[in-house]
Protein backbone atom coordinates (compact mmCIF):
# COMPACT_ATOMS: atom_id res chain seq x y z
CA UNK A 1 0.00 0.00 0.00
CA UNK A 2 1.27 3.95 -0.88
CA UNK A 3 1.80 5.90 2.09
CA UNK A 4 0.69 9.12 -0.16
CA UNK A 5 -3.07 8.45 -1.14
CA UNK A 6 -3.83 11.83 -3.28
CA UNK A 7 -7.91 12.53 -3.84
CA UNK A 8 -8.86 14.70 -6.15
CA UNK A 9 -12.55 15.95 -7.44
CA UNK A 10 -12.23 16.30 -11.13
CA UNK A 11 -9.61 14.70 -13.54
CA UNK A 12 -8.15 18.11 -14.64
CA UNK A 13 -6.85 18.25 -10.79
CA UNK A 14 -5.12 14.46 -11.33
CA UNK A 15 -3.72 15.33 -14.69
CA UNK A 16 -1.61 18.09 -12.96
CA UNK A 17 -0.26 16.17 -9.94
CA UNK A 18 0.24 12.67 -10.41
CA UNK A 19 3.09 13.62 -13.14
CA UNK A 20 4.25 14.81 -9.40
CA UNK A 21 5.11 11.16 -8.75
CA UNK A 22 1.83 9.66 -7.17
CA UNK A 23 1.63 6.36 -7.52
CA UNK A 24 -2.40 6.21 -5.58
CA UNK A 25 -4.89 8.14 -6.84
CA UNK A 26 -8.78 8.43 -6.28
CA UNK A 27 -11.01 10.29 -8.34
CA UNK A 28 -13.99 11.62 -6.36
CA UNK A 29 -16.57 13.03 -8.35
CA UNK A 30 -19.32 14.31 -6.03
CA UNK A 31 -21.55 16.82 -8.56
CA UNK A 32 -21.41 15.49 -12.60
CA UNK A 33 -23.49 13.39 -14.97
CA UNK A 34 -23.15 10.55 -15.91
CA UNK A 35 -21.49 11.16 -19.03
CA UNK A 36 -19.31 13.64 -17.45
CA UNK A 37 -18.49 10.73 -14.67
CA UNK A 38 -17.79 8.13 -17.39
CA UNK A 39 -15.71 10.91 -19.40
CA UNK A 40 -13.72 11.50 -16.45
CA UNK A 41 -13.35 8.16 -15.32
CA UNK A 42 -11.76 6.89 -18.52
CA UNK A 43 -9.49 9.62 -19.20
CA UNK A 44 -7.97 9.39 -15.49
CA UNK A 45 -8.44 5.83 -16.22
CA UNK A 46 -6.13 5.96 -19.08
CA UNK A 47 -3.86 8.76 -17.82
CA UNK A 48 -3.03 6.50 -14.49
CA UNK A 49 -1.87 4.00 -16.73
CA UNK A 50 0.51 6.18 -18.75
CA UNK A 51 2.12 7.08 -15.55
CA UNK A 52 1.64 3.49 -13.79
CA UNK A 53 -0.13 4.89 -10.98
CA UNK A 54 -2.75 2.91 -9.24
CA UNK A 55 -6.44 4.50 -10.31
CA UNK A 56 -9.30 4.30 -7.48
CA UNK A 57 -13.02 5.44 -8.37
CA UNK A 58 -14.77 6.76 -5.46
CA UNK A 59 -18.52 5.01 -5.12
CA UNK A 60 -19.04 5.02 -8.97
CA UNK A 61 -18.28 1.70 -8.99
CA UNK A 62 -21.29 0.51 -12.23
CA UNK A 63 -19.31 2.98 -13.88
CA UNK A 64 -15.53 1.61 -12.90
CA UNK A 65 -16.96 -1.85 -13.86
CA UNK A 66 -18.10 -1.06 -17.40
CA UNK A 67 -14.99 1.04 -18.05
CA UNK A 68 -12.88 -1.53 -16.71
CA UNK A 69 -10.91 -0.06 -13.79
CA UNK A 70 -8.81 -2.19 -11.22
CA UNK A 71 -9.94 -0.47 -7.87
CA UNK A 72 -12.88 1.10 -6.25
CA UNK A 73 -13.50 3.40 -3.01
CA UNK A 74 -17.20 2.81 -1.49
CA UNK A 75 -18.59 4.92 1.41
CA UNK A 76 -20.74 2.75 4.20
CA UNK A 77 -23.80 3.99 2.32
CA UNK A 78 -22.24 2.73 -0.87
CA UNK A 79 -21.98 -0.43 0.20
CA UNK A 80 -25.66 -0.98 0.71
CA UNK A 81 -26.19 -0.81 -3.32
CA UNK A 82 -22.28 -2.14 -4.50
CA UNK A 83 -22.55 -5.66 -6.07
CA UNK A 84 -19.80 -7.42 -4.30
CA UNK A 85 -19.89 -10.48 -6.26
CA UNK A 86 -19.72 -8.78 -9.72
CA UNK A 87 -16.45 -6.73 -7.88
CA UNK A 88 -14.54 -9.77 -7.41
CA UNK A 89 -16.09 -11.48 -10.68
CA UNK A 90 -14.18 -8.73 -12.58
CA UNK A 91 -11.11 -8.91 -10.22
CA UNK A 92 -12.15 -5.30 -9.16
CA UNK A 93 -10.26 -4.80 -5.61
CA UNK A 94 -12.14 -1.95 -3.34
CA UNK A 95 -11.41 -0.19 -0.15
CA UNK A 96 -14.00 0.78 2.35
CA UNK A 97 -14.67 3.67 5.04
CA UNK A 98 -15.53 3.09 8.46
CA UNK A 99 -15.78 4.75 11.13
CA UNK A 100 -17.10 3.15 14.25
CA UNK A 101 -16.43 -0.57 15.34
CA UNK A 102 -19.33 -1.94 13.87
CA UNK A 103 -18.93 -0.42 10.55
CA UNK A 104 -15.21 -2.00 10.77
CA UNK A 105 -16.72 -5.55 11.29
CA UNK A 106 -19.00 -5.24 8.60
CA UNK A 107 -15.72 -3.61 6.29
CA UNK A 108 -13.48 -6.30 7.02
CA UNK A 109 -15.86 -9.47 6.71
CA UNK A 110 -15.89 -8.29 2.86
CA UNK A 111 -12.01 -8.94 2.80
CA UNK A 112 -11.21 -4.89 1.35
CA UNK A 113 -7.81 -4.30 0.27
CA UNK A 114 -7.94 -0.85 3.03
CA UNK A 115 -10.02 0.47 5.30
CA UNK A 116 -10.38 3.72 5.45
CA UNK A 117 -10.28 5.48 8.84
CA UNK A 118 -11.52 9.30 9.40
CA UNK A 119 -11.84 11.97 10.04
CA UNK A 120 -8.67 11.44 11.90
CA UNK A 121 -8.39 15.28 12.86
CA UNK A 122 -10.86 18.30 12.14
CA UNK A 123 -11.66 18.49 8.44
CA UNK A 124 -13.23 21.42 6.42
CA UNK A 125 -14.13 19.22 3.42
CA UNK A 126 -17.68 18.51 4.22
CA UNK A 127 -19.94 18.26 7.42
CA UNK A 128 -18.98 14.98 9.31
CA UNK A 129 -21.89 13.14 11.34
CA UNK A 130 -18.45 11.93 13.10
CA UNK A 131 -16.22 14.05 16.08
CA UNK A 132 -12.58 13.77 15.15
CA UNK A 133 -11.35 9.99 15.92
CA UNK A 134 -7.62 10.80 17.16
CA UNK A 135 -4.53 9.15 17.01
CA UNK A 136 -5.77 6.50 19.80
CA UNK A 137 -8.00 5.09 17.56
CA UNK A 138 -5.90 5.03 14.67
CA UNK A 139 -3.67 2.63 16.78
CA UNK A 140 -7.23 0.46 17.76
CA UNK A 141 -8.12 -0.08 14.19
CA UNK A 142 -4.89 -0.79 12.77
CA UNK A 143 -5.03 -3.64 15.80
CA UNK A 144 -8.51 -4.84 14.74
CA UNK A 145 -7.73 -4.86 10.95
CA UNK A 146 -4.21 -6.85 11.03
CA UNK A 147 -2.79 -7.42 7.85
CA UNK A 148 -5.68 -5.22 6.05
CA UNK A 149 -4.12 -1.97 5.41
CA UNK A 150 -5.66 0.92 6.83
CA UNK A 151 -5.91 4.32 5.34
CA UNK A 152 -5.63 7.49 7.61
CA UNK A 153 -8.35 10.29 6.36
CA UNK A 154 -9.16 14.15 7.46
CA UNK A 155 -7.55 17.22 8.29
CA UNK A 156 -4.06 15.54 7.40
CA UNK A 157 -0.81 18.00 7.37
CA UNK A 158 2.61 16.93 6.35
CA UNK A 159 3.18 17.89 9.81
CA UNK A 160 0.65 15.61 11.31
CA UNK A 161 1.58 12.77 9.08
CA UNK A 162 4.43 11.11 11.03
CA UNK A 163 2.30 10.85 14.25
CA UNK A 164 -0.65 8.93 12.16
CA UNK A 165 2.06 6.58 10.32
CA UNK A 166 3.15 6.23 14.24
CA UNK A 167 -0.23 5.29 15.28
CA UNK A 168 -0.58 2.76 12.88
CA UNK A 169 -2.01 3.94 9.69
CA UNK A 170 -0.10 2.30 6.28
CA UNK A 171 -1.25 5.26 4.33
CA UNK A 172 -2.54 8.89 4.50
CA UNK A 173 -5.38 9.73 2.48
CA UNK A 174 -4.95 13.80 1.37
CA UNK A 175 -7.94 15.88 -0.25
CA UNK A 176 -7.99 19.61 1.09
CA UNK A 177 -4.69 20.33 2.21
CA UNK A 178 -3.24 20.32 -1.50
CA UNK A 179 -6.89 21.65 -2.90
CA UNK A 180 -6.25 24.47 -0.98
CA UNK A 181 -2.85 24.62 -1.30
CA UNK A 182 -1.75 28.33 -2.87
CA UNK A 183 0.62 25.69 -5.13
CA UNK A 184 -0.77 21.94 -4.93
CA UNK A 185 2.07 20.90 -7.06
CA UNK A 186 4.72 22.00 -4.77
CA UNK A 187 2.47 20.93 -1.71
CA UNK A 188 2.18 17.18 -3.59
CA UNK A 189 6.01 17.54 -3.95
CA UNK A 190 6.24 17.80 0.10
CA UNK A 191 3.54 15.04 0.79
CA UNK A 192 5.62 12.88 -1.67
CA UNK A 193 8.65 13.77 0.40
CA UNK A 194 7.15 12.80 4.28
CA UNK A 195 5.72 10.16 3.07
CA UNK A 196 9.07 8.64 1.60
CA UNK A 197 7.22 8.05 -1.44
Known sequence: MERFYLITGHVGRLELLVPQGVKLV??????????EIRRQISRARDFCSVHRTQLVVNDHWQAALDLRCSFVHLGQEDMDAADFPALRRAGVRFGLSTHDEAELDRAL???????????????????MKWAPQGLARVTRWKALAGNTPLVAIGGLTPERAPGVFAAGADSAAVVTDIQQAR??????????????A
Open 109 to 127: SLDPAYVALGPIYPTLLKE
Open 183 to 196: DPEARTREWLQVCG
Open 26 to 35: QLRIKEATEP
